[in-house]
Nanobody
């Protein structure tokens, strides 16, 4: 079983920055893609960013140019640098990791952006 531990959420003003981190532990051999989803009240879960084991990244259109996802395979850790934050970015952010056909999830971390 893989455990994902997230950190870095918080409260910031519009235009500010946060850096989320997610570390995988446990039976974390051959973890594939990792990334972040977010869910805001009244909205469907949205895929924010993904990064493959080889470092290929994908971003939602709403965050392109503002968010950057990165990965350290040796540490089984992913980071998401979030700049120029907007109130619309307010959500619970969930880290995920793929291993074979299994998906593992972090506990979620709240990001709140005030106007």
């Amino acid at each position: 079983q893989v455990q994902l531990v997230e950190s870095g959420g918080g409260l910031v003003q519009a235009g500010g920055s946060l850096r989320l981190s997610c570390a995988a532990s446990g039976d974390n051999f051959s973890i594939g893609a990792m990334g972040w989803y977010r869910q805001a009240p009244g909205k469907q879960r949205e895929l924010v960013a993904t990064i493959t084991r080889g470092g290929t990244t994908t971003y939602a259109d709403s965050v392109k140019g503002r968010f950057t996802i990165s990965r350290d395979n040796a540490k089984n850790t992913v980071h998401q640098q979030m700049n120029s934050l907007k109130p619309e970015d307010t959500a619970v952010y969930f880290c995920y990791a793929l291993q074979g056909w299994k998906t593992y999830w972090g506990q979620g971390t709240q990001v709140t952006v005030s106007s």
